[in-house]
Structure formats: C-alpha cells, structure tokens
C-alpha cells in the first residue's frame, strides 16, 4: 500500500478529511522548500503537492505563474526538487509528498531516471497536468512499479466513459478540478461540486480530492463536505510571493492560513 | 535515412490519436480533452461532407482569390544563376499570407460547432489579422492574445485586427512572444472551453489541429503541382518554405510526399547564428520534447524547461515546430535548415529590388536558402519558392534597422 493510500483510508476510518496544500518547490527560494514542507506538515497538511516549476504553466493562473519564474529564476530543477523531498524525508516519514506539474521537465531527464530518482527520495505520487492517461501508457506504469502513484486529473467537462477509464490508470486519489479555468481564476459552486463528486464516487472508489478555487476555511468546509479531500493552492502560493523577504513571517502566514483550514475540516467529522 | 512514402502510408498519419511516429499526440489538461475528441469527430464528419468542401472551396475562390499564382521569377533566376526560381503567391491572398486559408476553414468548423466565441494567437500578427477577418465577415467574437514584445514590432498588424473588430491582448508573461501568446490562449479556453472555438494558427498543439490545419493549407501544394505540371510541363525539382510552427511548409509539401524526385526544403529561423545559441531552429538544434500540446522537437535546456528564442521575424520566433515536420526530419523525407536574420534581411531587399514583390521576412528566410541552392542547381531544374505573406507589416522593423522613421 503507498503511502498515500496509508493515510487517505486512516483518514476515511476516523470520518476525517484530507487537507492537501500545494506550494511550487523553489518558491521564494529554493531553500526554503524543506522548511516550508515541514511548516505545512506541521500546520496540519495530510498530504503535500510540491510544483515542479515550468517555464510555459499553460493550466496555470498569474499566481502559479509567477511562482514557477521565481523558482526558475534561482534555477530550480526537476533533479533539484527531488532532493528536496529526499531532504524532507530525513524528518518527516510520515506525510505523503506528490510532485505536481508538467510533463517535459519528467521527458528531459528521462522517465526511467525519474522514476528511480523520485522513488528513492520518497516521493509518493506524480500529477502532470498535461499528461492525459491515452498518454501515459508506458509512463505511468514506471511509477506503479516503484509504488509511486499516479495521480490524474478530472474536469466538470470529463464524461462519464472518460471518469472510468481515468480510475482505473490512477491510485492513491484522483484530483477534480472544480472549475473551467486556471488555478486561482473563479469562484467556486459549491453545489455543483458536490453533484460532479457524487458522481466520480459512483463510478470509482477511488478517494476524490478538489482542487480550484479553495481559498479560506469556509469554502474548504463546504467542499470538504462533499468530497475526501480539498487541495489549496494559489491562496498559499499568493502568501509567498507577499513574503518572499521573511522566512518566519512566511512560516507563520502559511500556518496562520492552514489552521483554521484543518479545523473547519475536522469539525465536519 | 530515407524511406519511400506512399499514399497508404500517409493515409495512416496522424494515428487515431494523433501521432506522427513518435511525435504530436493530445498532452493537454482535462478540461480540454472533451472539446478536442469533439472537434476531432466533427472534422472527421465534415472532411467526407461534400457540403462542408463546397462551403471551403467557394470561400478559398471567391474570398481569398484562390488559386494564387504561381509565377516564374525570371530576373532572380537570371541574377542567381541556376536553377529556375518560381514563387507559389500566397503573399496575393486576401489579408497578404498563407493563414487565411486556415482560418476560413476553422471558422467554417467554429459555425458548424456553433461556437460564437473565437480565440487565437499570433505571432507576427499575419495568423491574428487573418482569424479578425473571417470573424468579422461571420459576426464572431474575436480575441487574439499577441505577446507584448510583438505587439510592439508588429504594431501594423494589432491596428489592423483593431479595426477588424478584435479585441487584442498585449501578454505580459514569460518571454512576451508568441509561445507566451499560445499559452495564454490555451489558458482562456480552459476558462471559456464551452462557448469558445480556438482557432489556432499552426500545424502545431494537440490533435487534431496538425492535421486539420495541414488538411486546409494543403490547397497550396496542391495548387503548386497542378500549375507547375501545366507551366512548366514538369514536377519542380525542389520546393522550399520558411518553418516556424510550419504551416505553410507543411501546405506546400504535403502533396508532394509521394513524389520522391522533389526536394523538399524547410527553412528555419537562424537569428544571430544556430551556433550562438539565439536562434529559433528547433529542427536544426533542437531535441525532441513536449510543448502546447504536442510531442515535437523544441528549443530547451538541459532541465527541459523552454529556452527563449530568438529571430528578427515574429512569426518565427517559436521554439516549437509542428509534429509532422519532426517526423518528415527523422525520416529523412525533408530537409531542415536555417538561415541567419541577416542573410533573410539581405533576401527581403533583393526580392523587392529585382521582382518588384516584397515578401514578409518569414518568407524571406526561404528567399535567402533558395538563392543559395538554385545556384547549386541545373538551369534546366526548377525550385519553387513558397512566398507566404507579403512584407508590409514588416516596414518599421526594416526601417528601425535602417534608422530611418517612417
């Protein structure tokens, strides 16, 4: 069992849900990462999605944007990001990490290598955006093999035929994506994520996660109602970049934003 | 190495998901795939629907005044010496480029999807002012998104789309060109992906565009072979067209595959020289990748993060090229090459002053390897030239480096 899936089903026996925040690795500095990992494991995080920063984000909005351009800016690199988890792990065994982002970073180095590499520092799950599974037939299996799961995507547009075929490529979750649009765009219908979940439940047993447009404890509450587990994102990426001078003031921002996060999340169980 | 193409063979590329060998392909988020899997069976409706041609056909004739010609440069092959130098006008179609006979079919696509909304990107501008045409003339909403450093050399061609009713987005990100412009784009859809048909300008990005954009700007191949049988009472020997994404290459050679004795020539931006490193020739030193959408050679670095590119012209200035024209590479079907932003800037001046025709300084890169080769070349063969655009929007850029205000 990965490790992802360790936590998830701990998760569903208490009645829990899972708060999964994203930061892009190498954002405001690359090495800050491991702290602020840690800042997130200890603020209450279940699961952590590090972005591998890309220069051309085409799913993401301003805020990742410009995430992924500060991290390039000091170089980080897929090989770089890597090491980072592998340095989280030194202290932290428990919380799954899931390396997030986009497919040519994974090409260039090599899948083969990849794979090796990331499953050794103890990374836990792949998500690349745009990495549909039709694609990822000799890909994803390279990280099954290394008990990495892969993670895949799905929109308010996928059918139902689709949902099927998606799950049975991926483990550990699927991530739904709650809203037409980049990350950080538009306010999210609560309702209808609701409704589109129940629906991903039917067809899958898989847990759901929903990612888009989470930005405070209330909408986490209200999705977390309705689905296994609510990713933030550009809310916590948006925090960085408004503390990029400061690593404590950063720490605690980023906790500050979390708690009350988890809280509202636990209060549904 | 070189294999023999044949019809059958063809009749196979893309795959059902939209491979070229190892290249192109669907690498797109989610959200997108739907619209894409319908856009792909709608096209592959209509391309059998005698209706959807006839519509295509009479716009290509009647709008964009199809066929162009295809014209013996006498003088330049006389100044040359070699080879005979004839040029396909695209540059005479209605809007001045090769685009338009895309846009008019994904705009007949968009109506047939019934979608109001169009995007689009653009590089030089000449993709952009093409797809404000077709809106315009259908009543469609326009957005072109057109990085910032673009809008500023091709300033011509915004006022142009402006009056044409588009609404021009100057984008800010990355390196404010036309792979910027292409991401951003791709953004809107996802955000607008069900009222809104992206009209995308090259033979790149996800399947099905490589293969429907190179379906409407095979017209100009066809053409070519049918003029050159008529005119010249023979297959030209060589063919020779500027690659950026590619989709006037792909236009113009794609009906010749099967003709082994024609030389096909793809021209690649060479900016300051390959060898600096600021070029825009993914072919020529590029390695294959993932960009927009599709599997392809690119410019990047070692950590596969996308390099900035360089040409005078903006619509070469793309680290990408599209799928077909890295599996025509590997196989050895066509050759790519590159000249420098100099020796196309030296082409423009010698097309203008000795045919009288001003090309636009993408074409004006396959100007500058066709003088090089037709001198190579035998006075009996022949080697036509694909004049994509007309250099127009090109004026201010010449004359800055002239020093000259106009």
């Known amino acids: 069992m990965s490790r992802i899936t360790g936590v998830l089903e701990t998760l569903k026996e208490q009645g829990r849900k899972a708060l999964i925040p994203y930061i892009t690795a190498g954002d405001p500095h690359p090495d800050q990462t491991v702290d602020l990992m840690h800042a997130l494991a200890s603020a209450g995080a279940d699961i952590i999605e590090l972005g591998v920063p890309f220069s051309d984000p085409m799913a993401d909005g301003p805020v990742i944007q410009l995430a992924c351009e500060r991290a390039l800016k000091h170089g980080t690199s897929l090989r770089q990001v890597i090491g980072m988890v592998k340095t989280f792990r030194e202290q932290d065994q428990d919380t799954p990490v899931v390396l997030m982002g986009y497919l040519n970073p994974m090409e260039a180095m090599g899948y083969e290598v990849f794979a090796d590499a990331a499953a050794e520092a103890g990374v836990d799950g792949i998500l690349t955006v745009d990495l549909p599974p039709e694609e990822a037939e000799d890909v994803a299996p390279l990280f099954s093999r290394r008990n990495m799961d892969p993670i895949f995507l799905l929109a308010p547009t996928t059918t139902d035929d689709r949902i099927r075929a998606i799950s049975e490529h991926s483990s550990g979750y699927v991530y739904y994506v709650s809203v037409k649009g980049v990350t950080g765009s538009a306010a999210i219908d609560v309702e209808e994520v609701g409704r589109k979940v129940a629906n991903v439940h039917r067809i899958t047993a898989l847990p759901v996660g929903v990612g888009f447009g989470i930005r405070d404890a209330d909408t986490a509450a209200a999705v977390g109602k309705v689905s296994d587990g609510v990713i933030v994102g550009s809310v916590l990426v948006d925090t960085i970049a408004h503390h990029q001078t400061d690593p404590a003031a950063l720490r605690q921002a980023l906790t500050d934003l979390l708690h009350p996060m988890r809280e509202a999340l636990d209060a549904l169980a | ?406």
């Open chain 2, 1 to 406: 190495m070189s294999i023999k193409l044949t019809e059958e063979m063809l009749s196979h590329l893309p795959d059902a998901r939209g491979h070229f060998g190892a290249y192109g392909g669907r690498f797109v988020s989610e959200t997108l795939m739907d619209s894409l899997m319908t856009l792909e069976r709608e096209y592959l409706r209509l391309k059998k629907d005698p209706d959807f041609q006839a519509a295509f056909d009479k716009d290509l004739a009647h709008y964009v005044g199809r066929p162009s010609p295809l014209y013996f440069a006498e003088r330049l092959t006389r100044e040359t010496g070699g080879a005979q130098i004839w040029l396909k006008r695209e540059d005479l179609n209605h809007t001045g480029a090769h685009k338009v006979n895309n846009t008019i079919g994904q705009a007949l696509l968009a109506a047939f999807l019934g979608k109001k909304r169009i995007i689009a990107e653009t590089g030089a501008g000449q993709h952009g002012v093409a797809t404000a045409t077709v809106c315009a003339r259908l009543g469609l909403e326009c957005h072109v998104f057109m990085g910032a450093e673009d809008v500023r050399r091709q300033s011509l061609n915004v006022y142009r789309m402006k009056l044409l009713g588009a609404q021009v987005h100057a984008v800010q990100s990355g390196t404010r060109t036309l792979k910027d412009a292409m991401n951003e784009a791709m953004r809107d859809w996802v955000a607008n992906v069900d009222d809104t048909f992206y009209i995308i300008g090259t033979v790149a990005g996800p399947h099905p565009y490589p293969l429907l954009v190179r379906d409407f700007q095979s017209v100009i191949g066809r053409e070519t072979r049918a003029q050159a049988l008529e005119q010249a009472g023979k297959l030209p020997d060589a063919l020779v067209a500027c690659v950026g994404g590619g989709s006037n290459a792909i236009g113009m050679f794609y009906p010749f595959l099967t003709d082994e004795s024609v030389q096909l020539y793809g021209v690649e931006a060479g900016g300051l020289g390959v060898e600096t490193g600021q070029h825009a020739a993914p072919l020529a030193a590029g390695r294959p990748g993932v960009l927009h959408g599709n599997r392809t050679y690119l410019m990047e670095d070692e950590n596969g993060q996308i390099a900035a590119t360089h040409s005078v012209s903006a619509g070469l200035d793309y680290p990408g090229v599209g799928p077909e024209h890295s599996w025509l590479k590997d196989i050895g079907r066509a050759n790519y090459v590159s000249v420098t932003d100099q020796e196309a800037l030296d082409a423009f001046r010698k097309l203008t002053r000795v045919e009288g025709i001003m090309p636009a300084l993408e074409t004006a890169h396959a100007v500058a390897y066709t003088i090089k080769l037709a001198a190579t070349m035998d006075p009996e063969q022949m080697v036509v030239i694909n004049i994509s655009g007309r250099g127009d929007k090109d004026i201010h850029t010449i004359a800055e480096l002239d020093g000259i205000e106009v």
